[in-house]
């Protein structure tokens, strides 16, 4: 068990809907991280929060937003979704400051967009 | 750009023999380089990193690694293979660029598959 939860584990959700995914961080960690990961593109980074605040963009969709609240628990929300968002999404976490440190990993969730 | 590059899509070992799964490098400035695994329906779970050091670095499951900067690799290793290292491995660095060194995301490769069989 890395510390870090993700809920929901599955969804199954419409073309056009909006979803938001939870993530919780391991205790004390400060940085929230979110990624894609499906089969043709692999793990790609989407976007990452420190203490509330944005802190890197990557690939991330204009459709796609996330946040991180007080309690450092971050959301990442999809809308007008598309078939090719299905894919499993992870949040990882990590002590923010310190390059040399590994950052631990949700179990995902995997979105299936029908 | 940061950016780690896995040359083989799969790997196949006989269980007890050792395996290797290749990852190389490229990065501006010292590396952070990470080995993650997967195993089917499950995140990554954190193997071994190098920072600076030895060069081979020992983690999780019996696994090691080798840095070699002049040949900028970092391939993961483990002296006999079990069944049970089936998965998928992913090589990762962290970028730099983000804010001027200070803590960036992890750049993965695009993942190895191992299969070991009995």
């Known amino acids: 068990d890395s510390g870090v939860t993700q809920t929901p584990k599955h969804l199954i959700t419409a073309t056009g809907q909006r979803v938001t995914l939870r993530c919780s961080p391991r205790?004390?960690?400060?940085?929230v991280y979110w990624y894609q990961q499906s089969l043709d593109q692999g793990l790609q980074f989407l976007i990452q929060?420190?203490?509330?605040?944005?802190?890197a963009k990557g690939n991330i969709l204009e459709r796609f937003s996330a946040q991180q609240f007080p309690d450092l628990h971050s959301e990442l929300n999809l809308s007008s979704l598309e078939l090719g968002d299905s894919a499993l999404y992870f949040c990882?976490?990590?002590?923010?400051?310190?390059?040399?440190?590994?950052?631990?990993f949700g179990q995902g969730t995997r979105l299936t967009v029908v | 750009a940061q950016s780690v590059a896995q040359p083989e899509d799969q790997v196949n070992v006989a269980e007890g023999n050792p395996l290797t799964v290749k990852c190389t490098y490229s990065?501006?400035?010292?590396?952070?380089l990470f080995w993650y695994v997967q195993y089917p329906n499950r995140g990554l779970q954190f193997l071994l990193k190098?920072?600076?050091?030895?060069?081979l670095v020992k983690g999780s499951y019996g696994f090691e690694a080798e840095f070699n900067k002049s040949q900028t690799s970092f391939h993961l290793k483990k002296p006999s293979a079990l069944v049970s290292d089936s998965a998928l491995y992913f090589c990762?660095?962290?970028?730099?660029?983000?804010?001027?060194?200070?803590?960036?995301?992890?750049?993965f490769g695009k993942g190895t598959k191992l299969s070991v069989k009995p």
């Open positions: 190098y920072i600076t050091g030895d060069n």
């Open positions: 990065v501006s400035g010292n590396p952070y």
């Open positions: 929060y420190y203490n509330g605040e944005e802190r």
């Open positions: 990882a976490s990590s002590i923010e400051g310190f390059m040399n440190t590994e950052a631990f």
């Open positions: 205790s004390g960690d400060l940085s």
């Open positions: 990762a660095v962290r970028d730099s660029l983000n804010y001027g060194g200070s803590q960036g995301n992890l750049i």
